[in-house]
């Protein structure tokens, strides 16, 4: 009898990319894909960019991550449209919503996250949208194909930030509404929040800060009529797209008695507290040389870097494996910018700009007392390029920043 399959709940970036590293580090093996959502895996950062702002008739294609026949050609079993409903460590199987109960020889899960919805009276009506899958983004893409609306965009995070970029570009009026005083508060430096907000309004948005949403309001039709702040004020909408954050998906994770504390909890080698399982991606939450302590990721790269990080280790052994340390990087497209970055700047308490602001050209670096903690690039290449070498080089940032963890 054959052994069992290596299965991978989650078929997103990170699930596939899993299958592909395990399959290129020389596993031939059997392997099962198993995705809830009902297309073959793709990518997400187009969705909330170039795909928005595509034709009605561009479909799951363009964002594909890899071509049809590549599964077959790969003898990688991808079941679309199916989920894991349960997991049995005992009998080492999952539980299929098509009521397939498949063996495994290790699991990954690659669960990734869902959208955090607006909880106020009016959040579920259908015009106030969140962005997600291609289905959310084609959605979306087919309202903004409307000749003028009045958008509001919940949320100054990156993809509040990019959807707000789209919709301005289509021709809508945007306005931003934020909970905090500046746009992408939690991950990036002041200036390059300063920036983005600077940009944003150059271009025609308008941003409120540090504004709650009470309700959303309809006309009787249902059709959207107000946004309504605490406080009092209201905003005119015709459409509501809520970018709010994630929740990383460890239902799964959970009902199995793995240990979850907002993620599914790795070790260096990405195993949870059963060492048959391992979790990558949006969902793990793992411990980074480049963090203070443990952290959870939501990038791609982390998506792709786990997923690789998992394939050496199954296919090499715990021996000849290197634990995950990749240095963490970033980019998001808004307007004709790019912003890159690298490392995880929370925490610094110092910056230094090189470039300018007013040129569309600048980097900041970001440190902790002496130490480098990331950098920061707008329209500015190479810098974030060589940000990445020599954040690699550095020892881990506990040991970079022992006077600041003291403090
Ligand atoms: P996902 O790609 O979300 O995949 C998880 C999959 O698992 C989903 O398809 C889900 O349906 C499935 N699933 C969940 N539970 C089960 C189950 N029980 N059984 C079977 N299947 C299940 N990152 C960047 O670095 N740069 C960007 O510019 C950028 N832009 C983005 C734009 C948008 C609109 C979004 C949504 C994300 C963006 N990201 C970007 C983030 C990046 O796409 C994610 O970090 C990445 O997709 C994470 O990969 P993942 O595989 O962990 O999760």
Redesign the pocket.
Known sequence: MSAPPIVI???????LEAAAALREAGYNGPLSL????PHAPYE??P??KQFLASDADAGPDVVALRGADYYQKQSIDLQSGV??RGIDRKRRTALLSSGERLRYSKLIL????TPRRLNVPGAGNPDVMV??SLDDAAALRGRLAAAYLRVVVIGAG??GLEVAAAARAAGHDVTLVEALDRVIARAVSAPVSQYLADLHRDRGVRILFERRVEAIDAYRGGALRTVRLAGGEVIPADLVVVGIGVTP?TA?AQDAGLEVADGIVVDEYLRTSDPDIHAI???ARFPSPHADGAVRL??????VDQARCVAEYITRGAAQAAPYAAVPW???DQYTDKLQIAGITTGHDRVEIVGDPAEHSFSVYCFAGQHLLGVESVNRPVDHIRGRRQLAQLPARAARTPEIRAA
């Open positions: 709940a989650g078929a997103g970036q990170a699930g198993i995705g809830a959502e997400r950062p969705l909330s989920a894991v690659a669960t990734g996250s962005l997600r990156f993809i998906d799964l991606g949006d969902c939501e990038s791609v790269q982390n998506a970033f980019w998001s």
